[in-house]
């Protein structure tokens, strides 16, 4: 039997990647499991995910269906990978997750089970959130909606439950992904669950939420009993190795998370829909001015737009999460105003983002998700708190790096400032700062509006560099400027 491999799309693939061959993986998985259940999809979405080979230059692996003992293949799985999926993940539902808890396949402890409706999820925000938070998980698949029709729920309303419960959710607990997995064929014999599916489909498609997917499994289901369809049952249990082509390909070649599979294990899995796509862009010839503003949204932001707009100047904004809630007015403005707004860490504490890459990730994926929800901008640019290589990132700042390059981030460090940062400055300092420091053609200029100096230097500024024959663009069409080690 031939191995599948499935392409990744060039615009998806590692930066950067040199090769002149292509590696094929060959992992074969047969396993026999002996479960009753109707509704079996969590279970083989667990094993599976954990069980994903590694990756190579932009290929993706997928399982072939030769057989192996299931031995062998635990042994290979145990080699390869020191970071498990199934360990960020929790199940929301009702007797299915009850019969997945009580096979002992799944920990109980990571089976929120409740026989509710969908009309009745608002009620359990909290429950499901602390469940994946006490079990450090960022990924819920929820399991639900054979309540929704035995109380004649119509399909559209129950779509629509589930997507505004998981809007609240993922509010609440910002670390979480939602993914809403379809019914299966004659679900305890409640009739069609065609309309149902279509309808989830539909709604968490148009919904445009970063961190809601759904998933249909019911083409590995029988139409008339709900369980495997013969092709996938040797008839005393589940044999799961004959499926794993198709499933792998469903949840994983054909699904968002696609574009971060060129990564490391350990990394892969974290916020796996956290990924960006710097938008094509030509450098403007002459003297350019990339005015840049780091640590906003601030108390000085609105007047530092005032004085941008009369002057007809577009400019990038480097947001900081922890001044976001109660300025999304002024995010908007900016965004609305064809200003870029990128991305510059939540806490802006040093000593917490650097630590590891995983702590980077934590608070790198808060900002960028709570701006999406401030202003609806899912940012392509961010720039690193003291630069990408500074004197709290030694030990981290290549592995941070590549995963940001990995995922599509564009980071822009800086080639001039204002030093309105420093100790004692004010406004004829930061101009005279300016001064010193400019000499670049295309100059990417370093300012902070959270400092109460830059709305009273900044038009001096833009007067400065007028003179001097520049014009004023975003980082959008600015080549990176980066430090070096």
């Known amino acids: 039997m031939q191995n599948r491999l499935t392409p990744v799309p060039a615009s998806l693939a590692q930066p950067n990647a040199k090769s002149s061959h292509s590696l094929y993986i060959t992992f074969e998985v047969e396993m026999k499991i002996n479960f009753k259940g109707a509704f079996v999809l969590p279970l083989v979405i667990a094993l599976l995910s954990s069980c994903a080979p590694k990756e190579e230059e932009g290929y993706i692996a997928v399982f072939s269906e030769n057989e192996t003992s299931l031995e062998t293949a635990e042994a290979a799985v145990t080699a390869r990978l020191e970071y498990s999926y199934m360990d960020h993940v929790v199940f929301a539902g009702g007797g299915v997750c009850s019969t997945m808890a009580d096979s002992g396949i799944v920990p109980g402890e990571r089976c929120w089970t409740n026989d509710c409706a969908s009309a009745e999820l608002a009620a359990h925000i909290d429950g499901i959130g602390a469940l994946a938070r006490e079990n450090s998980a960022s990924y819920i698949y929820l399991c639900i909606g054979d309540r929704d029709m035995e109380n004649g729920t119509s399909p559209d309303e129950y779509a629509q439950n589930i997507v505004a419960f998981a809007q609240s959710l993922t509010t609440h607990y910002p670390e979480c992904v939602v993914t809403a997995v379809s019914l299966p064929p004659r679900a305890y014999g409640m009739g069609d669950v065609a309309p149902y599916n279509k309808a989830l489909e539909s709604a968490v498609s148009d919904s445009a939420l970063l961190k809601l997917h759904y998933l249909d499994i019911t083409f590995m289901l029988d139409d008339s009993s709900g369980c495997l369809s013969p092709e996938y049952d040797s008839g005393d249990g589940i044999t799961l190795n004959s499926a794993a082509g198709e499933l792998i390909a469903s949840l994983v070649a ?68 922890k001044g976001i809630a109660g300025r999304e007015e002024t995010l908007k403005r900016e965004a609305e105003s064809g200003h870029v707004l990128g991305l510059h860490s939540y806490t802006h504490d040093y000593e917490e983002i650097y630590a590891s890459t995983e702590a980077f990730l934590n608070d790198f994926a808060k900002v960028y998700y709570e701006l999406y929800r401030a202003c609806g901008v899912r940012a392509w640019c961010f720039r690193f708190p003291g630069g990408s290589h500074n004197n709290h990132n030694r030990s981290t700042a290549d592995e941070i790096i590549d995963e940001i390059d990995r995922r599509g981030f564009t980071y822009f460090d800086w080639d001039s400032a204002t030093g309105d940062a420093t100790s004692g400055a004010g406004v004829d300092y930061c101009i005279q700062f300016l001064k010193d420091s400019n000499y670049a053609k295309h100059s990417i200029v370093l300012m902070h509006d959270a400092s109460e100096y830059t709305p009273q230097y900044l038009q001096a500024v833009i007067d400065y560099l007028v003179s001097e024959g520049y014009t004023f663009e975003t980082v959008e069409s600015a080549d990176v400027t980066h430090f070096k080690k």
């Open 254 to 321: 054909d699904s968002r998370y696609s574009d971060v599979l060129s990564g490391t294990d350990k990394f892969k899995y974290m916020y796996m829909d956290m990924t960006a796509e710097r938008p094509d862009y030509a450098v403007t010839e002459g003297k350019v001015a990339y005015l840049t503003f780091d640590d906003g949204p601030s108390k000085y932001t609105d007047e530092i737009l005032d004085i941008l707009d009369a002057n007809g100047i577009k400019a990038t904004f480097f947001i900081t999460g």
